[in-house]
């Protein structure tokens, strides 16, 4: 496993997000390419990822732009990371099964380590890193 840029700047817009939480502001996605020196237009794309399944509040026009829906404590690193990433396993096996299957005598090994990766990102929120 192996997180890509796609993961790194979605954590960066919700810690972003997390750190500017309110009720009542919206955060411009300039904004946040602005003070975290990112490609607007990246961003852009992420922001489709993430604002699926209503994870965040979208306000257009000249005073628009994003808010968290829930409390940063209610958003945990592993549901951002597959939301934008996809599987977090770090080998294809694990999830995706294999011919030799548990007969594979690094299984074992794979399987643990894909069990701490999700046990750590899934115990970890945004209220955590701000």
Same mark, same amino acid.
């Given at each position: 496993?192996?997180?890509?840029?796609?993961?790194?700047?979605?954590?960066?817009?919700?810690?972003?997000? @997390?750190?500017?939480?309110?009720?009542?502001?919206?955060?411009?996605?300039?904004?946040?390419?602005?003070?975290?020196?990112?490609?607007?237009?990246?961003?852009?794309?992420?922001?489709?990822?993430?604002?699926?399944?209503?994870?965040?509040?979208?306000?257009?026009?000249?005073?628009?732009?994003?808010?968290?829906?829930?409390?940063?404590?209610?958003?945990?690193?592993?549901?951002?990371?597959?939301?934008?990433?996809?599987?977090?396993?770090?080998?294809?096996?694990?999830?995706?099964?294999?011919?030799?299957?548990?007969?594979?005598?690094?299984?074992?090994?794979?399987?643990?380590?894909?069990?701490?990766?999700?046990?750590?990102?899934?115990?970890?929120?945004? @209220?955590?890193?701000?």
């Amino acid at each position: 496993m192996r997180i890509g840029t796609r993961g790194r700047y979605a954590l960066t817009i919700m810690f972003y997000l @997390a750190s500017n939480y309110s009720k009542e502001r919206y955060v411009s996605l300039k904004e946040i390419s602005d003070n975290e020196g990112l490609s607007f237009k990246y961003l852009e794309k992420i922001m489709v990822d993430l604002n699926k399944d209503n994870y965040l509040d979208v306000q257009r026009g000249n005073n628009g732009g994003y808010r968290l829906k829930k409390e940063p404590k209610d958003y945990s690193i592993g549901e951002i990371l597959r939301k934008v990433e996809g599987d977090l396993s770090p080998v294809d096996c694990i999830n995706k099964g294999c011919s030799r299957g548990k007969k594979c005598m690094s299984y074992p090994f794979f399987e643990g380590l894909n069990n701490e990766i999700n046990s750590f990102v899934d115990n970890k929120t945004l @209220a955590d890193y701000i």
